[in-house]
């Protein structure tokens, strides 16, 4: 198993930044894939940014460019730079660790864009 914690969330006006930070309970590198989702009032959840054991990594269309997933094997954390917000990227954010044990989610942090 693997508790995550979310932080970093919080009101920012639109070109703005912000760095979200997910703290694993285990070693990142034994776990398959680490990723960033996020879910918008009445959207489903959708995929941000995930990056697996082996370093790959994979953007959604709409923040390439601008979000930048990162992680540090020291802290067991993983990272979500997210710079030029637009209104559009607000939504609750979630981390996710998936394992051959299991799916695994943090308890959100938001993310709020004004115009």
């Known amino acids: 198993q693997v508790q995550l914690v979310e932080s970093g969330g919080g009101l920012v006006q639109a070109g703005g930044s912000l760095r979200l930070s997910c703290a694993a309970s285990?070693?990142?590198?034994?776990?398959?894939?680490m990723g960033w989702y996020r879910q918008a009032p009445g959207k489903q959840r959708e995929l941000v940014a995930t990056i697996i054991s082996q370093g790959r990594i994979n953007y959604a269309d709409s923040v390439k460019g601008r979000f930048t997933i990162s992680r540090d094997s020291v802290q067991n954390t993983v990272y979500l730079q997210m710079n030029s917000l637009k209104p559009e990227d607000t939504a609750v954010y979630y981390c996710?660790?998936?394992?051959?044990?299991?799916?695994?989610w943090g308890q959100g942090t938001q993310v709020t864009v004004s115009s």
């Open positions: 996710n660790a998936r394992d051959s044990d299991g799916d695994y």
């Open positions: 285990r070693r990142i590198f034994t776990i398959n894939v």
